[in-house]
C-alpha cells in the first residue's frame, strides 16, 4: 500500500502541500509535496549517517544492497502494477526493469566484496633510501559523502529510487537523498518502502536513505546546494540537467554532477551493408526506434548512409516497418507535448522532408521518419538535437567523405554505431577514430538500446551527452563517481579504513 509521504531519516512524513500522480487509468494517488525544509533535514541526516555508513564493513553494506532487493522482489507485483498505472510501460517491460534493478545491486554487492573498486595501490616504506627515505603509502578510494539522485521518468526503476546511481552510491559508501521522478510517484514510494524495510533489517543508521518528491523545481534546486551533498547522479532533459550543473558549479564549494542529458545516437550505414542487408537493417532500426515509444537514452534516432541505388530501397523499408507500429502510450502528457513540439521544431523551416507522420491521440506516439542531406546537417546544427520518442531521421551523404564530415560535426553522443559488410573496412577505419572521440560506446553491426549491466559497460560520453566524459552511470565503474582517491602515509594499518591483506 502506498504511504503517500517522504521517506526521511526513517520516518514517513506528510506535510500540508500535496500533489497527484498522472495515472493513465483509475484513480489518481495523493502524494506529500517536499519543501526546502525537508530536504535540509533529510541532506543532515545524510551527512550524520555517512560518519558510521562511510567506514561500514563492506560485507554489512553488501548484505544491505542484498537486502534491498529481495524486498523490491518482495513487493514485486504491487510495484508492476503502480508502474503500469503511472507510466503506461507494459508490465513485462517493467518486471524485466525490476529484475535489472535488483540485479545491479547485487552487482554492487559482489563488486564490493571483491574490492575491486578499492584500487588499492602499495608503496612500502623505504627508510634505508638515499638521499631520502620513502614513507608507506597507501591508496585507497574513498566515499566522497551523500549523493543527490534524480530520478528519472523513463526508467521508473532502473534509474530511479534505488537504481544504478543509488546502487553505486549506496556500494561506495555514500547515504543518498533520492528526489522522486513526478512521473511515477507511486513507484518510488513502494521502493523506499523496500528501502525502509532492508535498512531496519540491516540496522543501517536511518539517515542513509531519505526520499522526497514533489513541490516544485526549487527542491531540487535547495536539494543541489545543500552543503551536505557532495555529488548529484541525475537522468533527464538537457534543459534541466544544464541549469542543475550550473547551480552546482556555482556552489561556495562547487561538487560534480553526473548528468545523463541525452543523445540522437548515430548510425552510419556504410555502402556494401546497406546493400547486403539493408531490409533487415531497415527492420532492425525500426524496432530500436520505436521500442518504449521510443523514450530510450540509447534511441538511435539518426540514420547516415551515402547516396546510391540502394538507398531509396532502404529508406522505403525502414517506411514500411514503421508504418506497422501502432502508437504507444507516454510516460507523461508533458513528455508527450515534447514529442510533439520536438518534431515541429524539426520541421519548421524546410531543411527535412517528410517521410512518415505521426497521428494520435494525446499522451501518444506514432512513429515519424525524415530526410534531409548531409549538406543541410552541416549547416544547421538544430538537426542533432534530441527529439524524445519514436522520430527518425536519415541523413543522406553525397560520398564518404561527407559522411566522414557528419561524424566529425556530431556533438558528444551516448552511442555511435556502424552497420558495415565485406568491403567497408577502409571506410570503417576511417570513421572509427573519429566514432571514438564522440561516444561512450561504440557499436558495430548491432542496435544501442539494450544497455547490458556489467563491468565493461560505459553509459557515456562527452557533453552534452553527460556532463562529465570520464565517467558512466552503468555498470561497476560508475561507482567511481562517488569514490576519491586518499593517500594514507605511514598510517598505521590499525587505523586504515579497510583491512589490507
Ligand atoms: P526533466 O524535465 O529534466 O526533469 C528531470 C528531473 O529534474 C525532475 O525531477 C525535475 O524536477 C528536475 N528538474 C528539471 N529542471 C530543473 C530545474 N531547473 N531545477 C530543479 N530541478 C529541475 O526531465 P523529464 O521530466 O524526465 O523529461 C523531460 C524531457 O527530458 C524529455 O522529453 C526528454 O527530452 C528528456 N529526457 C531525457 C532522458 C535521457 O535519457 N537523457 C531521459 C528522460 C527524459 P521536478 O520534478 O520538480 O520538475
Given at each position: ?8 531519516a526513517g520516518q514517513w512524513t506528510g506535510g500540508e502541500n500535496t500533489f497527484s500522480n498522472e495515472p493513465i487509468s483509475n484513480a489518481q494517488d495523493k502524494f506529500a509535496a517536499g519543501t526546502v525544509a525537508l530536504i535540509d533535514q533529510a541532506a543532515r541526516a545524510a551527512e550524520e549517517a555517512f560518519w558510521t ?78 638521499p631520502m627515505p620513502r614513507p608507506d603509502l597507501h591508496l585507497i578510494q574513498r566515499p566522497i559523502g551523500p549523493v543527490a539522485v534524480f530520478g528519472a521518468s523513463n526508467f521508473p526503476l532502473a534509474f530511479s529510487t534505488a537504481g544504478g546511481d543509488t546502487a553505486a552510491a549506496l556500494a561506495s559508501g555514500c ?153 504507444q502510450t507516454m510516460l507523461t502528457s508533458g513528455i508527450a507535448a515534447s514529442y510533439e513540439t520536438g518534431s515541429e521544431r524539426l520541421t519548421a523551416n524546410g531543411l527535412v522532408q517528410e517521410l512518415l507522420a505521426s497521428t494520435c491521440g494525446p499522451r501518444q506516439a506514432a512513429p515519424q521518419l525524415f530526410q ?130
Amino acid at each position: 500500500m502506498l504511504k503517500g509521504q517522504h521517506l526521511i531519516a526513517g520516518q514517513w512524513t506528510g506535510g500540508e502541500n500535496t500533489f497527484s500522480n498522472e495515472p493513465i487509468s483509475n484513480a489518481q494517488d495523493k502524494f506529500a509535496a517536499g519543501t526546502v525544509a525537508l530536504i535540509d533535514q533529510a541532506a543532515r541526516a545524510a551527512e550524520e549517517a555517512f560518519w558510521t555508513f562511510g567506514w561500514a564493513d563492506t560485507a554489512k553494506r553488501a548484505a544491505f544492497l542484498c537486502r534491498i532487493a529481495d524486498e523490491i522482489d518482495r513487493r514485486g507485483s504491487e510495484i508492476t502494477e503502480q508502474g503500469v498505472k503511472e507510466t503506461g510501460l507494459p508490465a513485462g517491460r517493467l518486471e524485466g526493469e525490476r529484475g535489472r534493478t535488483v540485479g545491479q545491486l547485487k552487482l554492487f554487492a559482489d563488486h564490493i566484496e571483491k574490492g575491486d573498486h578499492l584500487d588499492l595501490r602499495y608503496d612500502p616504506a623505504l627508510p634505508h633510501r638515499t638521499p631520502m627515505p620513502r614513507p608507506d603509502l597507501h591508496l585507497i578510494q574513498r566515499p566522497i559523502g551523500p549523493v543527490a539522485v534524480f530520478g528519472a521518468s523513463n526508467f521508473p526503476l532502473a534509474f530511479s529510487t534505488a537504481g544504478g546511481d543509488t546502487a553505486a552510491a549506496l556500494a561506495s559508501g555514500c547515504p543518498v537523498v533520492v528526489r522522486g521522478h513526478y512521473a511515477h510517484p507511486g513507484v518510488s514510494d513502494l521502493v523506499a518502502q523496500a528501502i525502509d524495510a532492508a535498512i531496519k533489517a540491516c540496522d543501517m543508521p536511518p539517515g542513509v536513505f531519505s526520499l522526497i518528491q514533489g513541490g516544485g523545481l526549487e527542491v531540487g534546486q535547495a536539494l543541489v546546494q545543500h552543503p551536505s551533498i557532495k555529488a548529484v547522479g541525475f537522468t533527464g532533459s538537457h534543459r534541466g540537467g544544464r541549469a542543475l550543473f550550473d547551480l552546482c558549479a556555482a556552489r561556495p564549494e562547487p561538487i560534480p554532477f553526473f548528468g545523463e542529458l541525452g543523445s540522437v545516437n548515430p548510425m552510419f550505414l556504410l555502402p556494401n551493408a546497406v546493400a547486403a542487408k539493408g531490409q533487415d537493417i531497415a527492420t532492425g532500426w525500426a524496432a530500436s526506434l520505436t521500442m518504449g515509444a521510443g523514450q530510450f537514452c540509447t534511441n538511435p534516432g539518426v540514420v547516415v548512409l551515402v547516396d546510391g541505388d540502394e538507398a531509396p530501397t532502404f529508406i522505403n523499408a525502414t517506411s514500411q516497418a514503421l508504418r506497422r507500429v501502432d502508437p504507444q502510450t507516454m510516460l507523461t502528457s508533458g513528455i508527450a507535448a515534447s514529442y510533439e513540439t520536438g518534431s515541429e521544431r524539426l520541421t519548421a523551416n524546410g531543411l527535412v522532408q517528410e517521410l512518415l507522420a505521426s497521428t494520435c491521440g494525446p499522451r501518444q506516439a506514432a512513429p515519424q521518419l525524415f530526410q534531409t542531406t548531409a549538406q543541410q546537417w552541416l549547416a544547421n546544427e538544430a538537426l542533432g538535437e534530441e527529439v524524445f520518442g519514436p522520430l527518425g531521421l536519415i541523413v543522406i551523404a553525397k560520398n564518404t567523405n561527407e559522411m566522414l564530415a557528419v561524424a566529425k560535426s556530431l556533438k558528444g553522443q551516448l552511442t555511435c554505431t556502424i552497420h558495415m559488410d565485406r568491403g567497408d573496412n577502409q571506410l570503417a577505419g576511417r570513421l572509427l577514430p573519429v566514432l571514438e572521440c564522440k561516444a561512450g560506446r561504440v557499436l558495430v553491426n548491432g542496435f544501442p538500446t539494450g544497455v547490458e549491466v556489467c563491468g565493461s559497460m560505459v553509459h557515456g560520453g562527452p557533453y552534452p551527452a553527460t556532463t562529465n566524459f570520464g565517467a558512466t552511470s552503468v555498470g561497476t565503474l560508475s561507482i567511481r563517481r562517488f569514490l576519491r582517491p586518499v593517500c594514507y602515509q605511514n598510517v598505521p594499518s590499525d587505523l586504515l579504513p579497510v583491512t589490507l591483506e
